[in-house]
């Protein structure tokens, strides 16, 4: 009675999905992905949470320097909506299921994160450029903070760069 016992519990461990959730045999063996796909959960949970800071402090800031109304509302709703954006790629990026999609949907899983990014940098340089024309517009009598935002858009665009190619290449690594 005992053995059968032994062979019925083992029976019944057969039966409960691993915890994991690998039911793929085709991305079992792939080990950078998840971490891969951790990472940028992160990166975006990141953004997330810069832009929803930015929707209440670009505003004040904007406001306590002098600027009109209109720029301060411009810089909330430009952070509004890359926040909404990062927020759209961060559950594209959830929606990456490795064990239980098979290698296509995986593909056309990334394709789509891969596309949201793109409209994603289209839009916040569209939205961008005018909010920055008429901060520009209006400091365009003090030198010294022109200079520093011209300092600030050059550091800007180069950590911006180095953060993107870090991105892709952790979607290439998925």
């Excluded at 306590?64 to 509004?80: D, E, H, K, N, T």
């Amino acid at each position: 009675m005992n053995r059968l016992d032994s062979l019925r519990q083992q029976w019944q461990k057969l039966d409960q999905t691993p915890p994991s959730g690998v039911h793929n045999p085709d991305v079992r063996g792939l080990c950078n992905s998840p971490t891969s796909r951790m990472k940028l959960l992160r990166q975006y949970n990141v953004l997330v949470v810069v832009c929803l800071i930015w929707v209440v402090l670009g505003p004040l800031l904007f406001f306590f320097i002098g600027l009109p109304m209109w720029v301060c509302v411009g810089c909330s709703l430009f952070f509004a909506a890359m926040g909404m954006s990062c927020y759209w790629i961060c559950n594209l990026i959830r929606g990456l299921d490795f064990g239980r999609m098979t290698i296509c949907e995986l593909l056309m899983q990334v394709e789509k994160i891969i596309k949201g990014r793109i409209i994603h940098k289209y839009v916040g340089l569209l939205l961008a450029i005018p909010l920055l024309g008429s901060v520009f517009y209006y400091f365009s009598n003090y030198e010294i903070v022109l200079l520093g935002g011209v300092v600030g858009i050059i550091l800007g665009c180069a950590i911006g760069f180095m953060k993107d190619a870090h991105i892709r290449r952790l979607l290439r690594e998925i």
